[in-house]
C-alpha cells in the first residue's frame, strides 16, 4: 500500500530528461521491498537495474520496440518479459503510476504549477517546503481518519 508520502525530490531544467537523476532520487529512499513504478522516461537497464539493488521490483513500461535481452540486467529482462507474456499482470502493478500522478495534481492544486524564486537555491527550498506542506497535510489526514475510526 502506498502512503502517498514524498520521500525524495528533485528540480530539474524544464528542457532537461527526467531519467539521469534517478540515481539522485534512489540514494535518499532505504533499501525495501515491493514495487517501483514509474514512466517510460525512467526505462533504462541502469535504471532498472538501480531499483533492483534497492531491493525492489521496476515497472517501467516498455516501448513498443523494447526487446528482453537482458545484456547484463537481469531486472530488465524479467521487467520487460512480464509485460510481453503477461502484459495484463504488468499494467495491474504498473497502474499505481498512477498514485503519483495524482500527487502532482493535488501540489500543482495546492500550490499552483509553477516556482516564484528565480534563483535555484531558493526553487529547491521553495520545492522541500512545499513537499513538507504536503506531506504534513498526509500525516493529518491519516490521524483525522485513525481518530474517526477509533
Known amino acids: 500500500m502506498a502512503s ?7 528540480i530539474t531544467k524544464g528542457t532537461k530528461g527526467d ?8 540514494k535518499k ?15 533504462s537497464r541502469k535504471n532498472c537495474k ?12 516498455p516501448k513498443k ?5 537482458k545484456k547484463g540486467c537481469q531486472a530488465w529482462r524479467d521487467m520487460v518479459t512480464l509485460y510481453l507474456e503477461d502484459k495484463k499482470s504488468f499494467m495491474k502493478r504498473y497502474h499505481n503510476r498512477s498514485k503519483v500522478e495524482s500527487v502532482y495534481s493535488i501540489l500543482k492544486t495546492c500550490f499552483g504549477n509553477h516556482l516564484s524564486s ?3 537555491r531558493m526553487q529547491r527550498r ?5 513537499a513538507i506542506a504536503y506531506n504534513i497535510g498526509r ?12
Do not use: W
Open 4 to 10: 502517498l508520502t514524498i520521500v525524495s525530490l528533485e
Open 19 to 26: 531519467s539521469p537523476i534517478l540515481e539522485r532520487l534512489l
Open 29 to 43: 529512499i532505504p533499501n525495501g521491498r515491493g514495487y517501483f513504478c514509474a514512466d517510460p522516461a525512467y526505462l
Open 50 to 61: 538501480m531499483v533492483y539493488e534497492k531491493g525492489r521490483r521496476p515497472y517501467i513500461k
Open 65 to 69: 520496440n523494447t526487446q528482453a535481452k
Open 118 to 120: 528565480k534563483k535555484r
Open 126 to 130: 521553495e520545492l522541500y517546503l512545499k
Open 139 to 150: 500525516v493529518n489526514l491519516h490521524t483525522i481518519k485513525k481518530t474517526a475510526h477509533s
